[in-house]
């Protein structure tokens, strides 16, 4: 059973950590909770199954192949970096030096927003996502290891690894990590600051459309409310990670995962929400920055 | 502006104001209260189109008492404190009577406020035995309770299916542990001890974690007690894990949605509901009506909602007065024809007869079992 | 230091944006909202959609110009209402106003059906929770977002002692306030280290723990089936069972919660956590005790949410673990933050606000909450300070980024 669990845990931590990179990300760079990704990454799921129906009713191409599975990423992608983009510049740009809760009732109002907007145009109902072409799996002594959950854990790799090399070795990712660190300085020395932050929210809302993408192959079921949940659980991931570092994210997004699906195997599955915080908060005493957090030491 | 116009506007507004109490004066209220809109929405709709066609048929025939009837809609979106506050509406706009809540937690709390306000209520959908049992006069519910629904599936699973490694999962709601743990209870008088009983949450999605461990106690079925969405997934989640038990699941699992979602791995479910209404004679005008007017099949509530629409306007026409006491006075002494047969209410304002029966998903339907 | 930005939208053509604005809504609502099967797609709706957002941005164009052709007309309408107000209650004795204000809430009512007065006394219940919120987030800066845990505690706390131990309301209430108290002090324990955001995320996850565990506990709480048969109050006799008798009760509340909280707000503990609010390190650098300081603001805070909670589970009879979400918590915060954090009007009206709209709003139904979470984006936008800014916090507005207060700034008085 381990072994099942562990593969459990890493396939939703991976979930976890796609969409806590966004929130990570977006809070390195302007210190604000961003409630309404929780949302972007619902956007996404659903605009999966709108891809995939407006494909297969234009008969541009069959439900299981690679390339219907492909472009109902790329265009969940585009469509929430869309969004992402066009909430920055709505509901946050203008409270940039607002105090500091100000943004954050302003997430909120957006997240509720958003929430109804899909209901009325979706629909309350749960809705299936299309039956794709991942069948099949590895089985092993104890469990079975599903070739979603494979594709799922495979395409957060390689999103993350792609993000940690856009950071790190392009011109744009020196300008956001520069934005980040002092937005002041990162203006005097030419960087667009407005620009960068468009960028930042854009790649944390793509990322978080890819997850509601493979969310809906791999639950098959979506509605407007899994945004809300799987907020507070990304949430939850950012910080134990520590709050504005991308690897922190990745990091406690599948630690997450795993706690959650350890406790809920082995302790009891009514309380592994209880056991996820209270390891939380743990680390937090011990690590008040979170497991990679940087080091705020107080200056005087 | 001269005082001429400050006239007119204050005539106008009588004269509007006027007509408007003339017109309530000529009308009776009914409330209908559910959660109409949020995440249960869809079971909020049945309970809507239900009333809907019930008072669209009084209405052909000139109302009640010479009135036409009106609907006043009540949303609580299943929270219990916003049912307190449509109730505290409802008594206020005087209205002769409420269709509702669907959920027992929201059902309850406003059974207080109905009785303290003389108002009838009539719910459709909430299966808690709580809900009866503190003998208020006013409460009714056209549909069973949980205690007859989990001992009608527990029976099943033991005598039909003739399984005694049983798990038992629930969604931690008052439905959902109630009906899990009626189940439970049953089975243990058959000396039969569940090898899992644990509680899932409403709205997550990701349930193999919990079914991996109960997959470890080798279970022949599992019962589950909760709504449809959880249903569909812990169905398939079993399935793409390996798993070879029989699932069962109560009321809230019968919907279309269960099937078309879950696909393949639904077949050879098992889920307690109320008698084929299709072979109920006295549905099918009610069934062909509905199809015609909303042009989608009855859900699983529909009827019930229309049939409890009908029992209150009839009491309503039959007393020939809109007094609470007195038409839950008639409601508990008449024998009922209605959409679901013959109805009878007991003392608590339960149905004498228990209504549910098993279904299975074959052949993607669902199949009444003989 | 407002960020330079080369991408300004052309403020030149104002009518080229709204146009470009109404295509790009609409193409992002198109995905959402069109119909395969229906005719032409069902691109009916995206293209409401984009009338609707030109519409809006003719309407801005308008203002702005007609803001532009009367100036001071205009200034003087929009103008901060809280200062409004108080230029113009500044000739009248402060007292007389709020006797005036406690006639009405004493009389009004009188004349009000159950309904109005049910919502009213929701209202004082959320007034009472956003004023104890307030202390922990306004005057504090403690961002706490499980709030909703110390007013499931009192309700709880009275549910189980009324239904099992058959205590009185009376009892009760002291005993629920010192209980949530209690928690607040534990929920502070392990926080006191944890900057800003990492305190949020714990107090969340305090919350959340606060309601699972309620909704698991069925040998203690009963579980989701809830508490059922809660006692009302009683005096000499009376029961409490008319909604107008809770508006009473809930009404003597609230005016005790306001006394106390305006008491706390000027004492020397207020301004201690007006300090550390504004500047850790620099509070501690002048000797506040950080640790005690936040613990009192817990708990303190917490107690407001206890005496709260009983009131809630003897008035509604009946408790369960729905009623606790960190959907709840989010609710008072925004009644705080719209209100104006810190001024004591200003929170009471954002709570009467958010408790009123959404029920005035009913016939709407359908578009309540779309609207609703709309319009606190819009509120927070045009008016980030809150409605009523606190006079301490409208000051630091006007001088510096009250995030980050400038030490060096003359003009920032405390």
């Not at chain 3, 917490?302 to 809630?312: L, M």
Request: aromatic share 10%; proline share 4%; hydrophobic share 50%.
């Amino acid at each position: 059973m381990l072994l099942q669990q562990l593969v459990n845990g890493l396939t939703l931590g991976s979930v976890y950590a796609l969409i806590a990179l966004g929130y990570t990300m977006v809070y390195g760079i302007i210190e604000l909770i961003n409630f309404a990704h929780g949302e972007i990454y619902m956007l996404g799921a659903y605009m999966g199954i709108v891809t995939f129906g407006l494909l297969t009713a234009l008969h541009l191409t069959s439900p299981s192949s690679g390339a219907t599975l492909f472009l109902m990423i790329v265009l969940a992608m585009l469509f929430c970096g869309a969004c992402g983009i066009t909430i920055e510049r709505l509901a946050y740009r203008p409270l940039r030096n607002a105090p500091r809760l100000s943004p954050l009732i302003s997430a909120l109002g957006v997240s509720i927003f958003l929430q109804n907007f899909v209901m009325l145009a979706q629909g309350p109902r749960d809705k299936g996502f299309p039956h794709l072409f991942v069948h099949g799996g590895i089985d092993f002594p104890g469990g079975r290891l599903s070739a979603i959950q494979i594709f799922i854990m495979a395409t957060s790799v390689l999103m993350m690894v792609a993000l940690q090399l856009l950071v790190h070795r392009t011109k744009i990712g020196k300008a956001m990590r520069a934005a980040a660190q002092d937005k002041q300085m990162a203006s005097l020395v030419g960087i667009d600051v407005d620009r960068i932050i468009s960028v930042t929210f854009m790649i944390g809302s793509a990322l978080a459309g890819v997850a509601g993408v493979m969310v809906g192959m791999y639950y098959g079921l979506i509605n407007f409310f899994i945004g809300y949940i799987a907020g507070i659980k990304a949430f939850t991931a950012a910080v134990l990670g520590g709050i504005g570092s991308i690897p922190g994210a990745m990091l406690g997004g599948l630690l997450l995962g795993l706690i959650e699906a350890l406790g809920a195997g082995y302790i009891s599955s009514e309380y592994k929400d209880v056991f996820a915080f209270a390891i939380l908060v743990l680390v937090l005493i011990f690590r008040p920055s979170g497991l990679l957090g940087a080091d705020v030491s107080k200056r005087v | 502006m001269g005082r001429r116009w400050v006239w007119f506007w204050t005539a106008g507004a009588i004269v509007v104001l006027a007509i408007a109490q003339a017109y309530a004066a000529s009308t009776i209220t009914l409330g209908v209260a559910g959660p109409l809109t949020g995440d249960q929405g869809a079971i909020g709709e049945q309970l809507k189109n239900g009333t809907i066609i019930a008072v669209e048929e009084w209405n052909a025939k000139s109302g009640v008492l010479g009135k036409r009837i009106e609907i006043v809609w009540g949303d609580d979106q299943h929270d219990p404190k916003q049912a307190v506050s449509v109730a505290h509406k409802f008594v206020n706009a005087g209205v002769a009577g409420v269709i509702g809540h669907f959920n027992s937690s929201c059902s309850i709390p406003a059974s207080t406020i109905y009785h303290d306000g003389k108002i009838v209520q009539i719910s459709p959908g909430s299966t808690n035995p709580q809900l009866t049992e503190r003998g208020l006069w006013n409460v009714f519910r056209t549909i069973g309770r949980d205690d007859q629904q989990g001992t009608i599936a527990a029976e099943f699973i033991v005598k039909k299916l003739k399984k005694t490694r049983i798990a038992v999962l629930h969604d931690k709601t008052t439905y959902g542990q109630g009906l899990a743990d009626e189940t439970v209870k049953t089975l243990e008088k058959a000396k039969i001890k569940p090898v899992y009983y644990g509680g899932i949450t409403q709205g997550e999605k990701d349930f193999r974690p919990v079914l991996t461990a109960v997959k470890q106690k080798n279970p022949e079925a599992l019962f589950y007690g909760g709504i449809y969405p959880e249903a569909i997934l812990l169905t398939k989640q079993m399935r793409e894990l390996g798993m070879k038990a029989i699932f069962v699941s109560g009321d809230g699992v019968w919907q279309q949605e269960y099937i078309d979602i879950a696909g393949n791995a639904a077949e050879g479910s098992f889920v307690t509901f109320t008698p084929d209404q299709t072979k109920i004679k006295e549905a099918q005008g009610f069934i062909k009506k509905h199809r015609e007017r909303f042009g989608s099949d009855v859900g699983a509530y529909t009827t019930y909602s229309y049939v409890a629409a009908n029992i209150l306007l009839e009491a309503i026409a039959a007393t020939k007065s809109e007094d609470g006491p007195k038409i839950a006075d008639h409601i508990r002494k008449a024998k009922w024809n209605t959409a679901l047969g013959s109805i009878q209410f007991d003392k608590k304002g339960d149905v004498l007869v228990s209504p549910f029966v098993v279904w299975e998903v074959k052949g993607g339907k669902f199949v009444e079992v003989k | 230091m407002k960020c330079p930005s080369r991408s300004m939208p052309l403020h030149q053509r104002p009518l080229l944006r709204i146009v470009l604005a109404s295509v790009w809504f609409g193409l992002l609502s198109l995905p959402l909202m069109m119909e395969l099967q229906a005719p032409y797609f069902g691109l009916g709706r995206p293209l409401m959609v984009s009338a609707v957002v030109a519409l809006i941005g003719l309407l801005r164009v308008l203002a702005l110009q007609w803001r532009e052709a009367s100036t001071g007309r205009l200034e003087r309408l929009l103008g901060a209402s809280g200062s409004a107000a108080r230029h113009l209650t500044e000739g009248i004795d402060q007292r007389l106003l709020y006797a005036l204000a406690l006639a009405c809430a004493i009389m009004i009512p009188l004349g009000l059906n159950r309904y109005h007065i049910d919502v009213l006394t929701q209202v004082g219940i959320y007034v009472t929770l956003a004023l104890g919120l307030n202390i922990v987030v306004g005057l504090a800066g403690l961002l706490d977002l499980g709030y909703i845990a110390f007013y499931a505690v009192g309700a709880y706390t009275y549910g189980l002692l009324s239904t099992r131990v058959g205590l009185s309301f009376w009892e009760v209430l002291p005993l629920g306030a010192l209980l949530a108290a209690i928690f607040g002090i534990l929920l502070g324990i392990p926080v006191l280290r944890l900057r800003g955001d990492y305190l949020a995320i714990v107090t969340l996850g305090f919350g959340e723990m606060i309601r699972i565990t309620l909704n698991n506990w069925d040998s203690f709480t009963r579980g989701p089936n809830g508490i059922i048969g809660i006692g009302r109050p009683k005096i000499l006799g009376f029961t409490f069972s008319d909604p107008i008798h809770y508006y009473y009760l809930i009404l003597a509340i609230v005016l005790l919660t306001i006394f106390v909280v305006d008491r706390l707000n000027r004492s020397r503990i207020g301004r201690a956590w007006t300090a550390m609010r504004d500047d850790e390190v620099a509070a501690e650098a002048m000797g506040i005790d950080l640790m005690k300081t936040k613990l009192l603001a817990f708990s303190l805070g917490a107690t407001w949410a206890g005496f709260a909670g009983v009131f809630f589970a003897s008035k509604m009879t009946f408790i369960s673990p729905e009623s606790f979400t960190f959907f709840e918590s989010v609710i008072i915060l925004c009644m705080v933050v719209l209100g104006g954090m810190g001024s004591v009007p200003g929170v009471i009206l954002g709570a009467a606000m958010l408790v009123i709209l959404p029920e005035m709003m009913r016939q709407f139904a359908l578009y309540r909450m779309l609207i609703f979470g709309g319009a606190m984006v819009v509120m927070m936008v045009l008016r980030p300070q809150g409605l009523i800014a606190s006079p301490r916090r409208a000051i630091a507005l006007r001088h510096t980024d009250s995030r980050r207060p400038s030490v060096v700034s003359p003009l920032h008085t405390p």
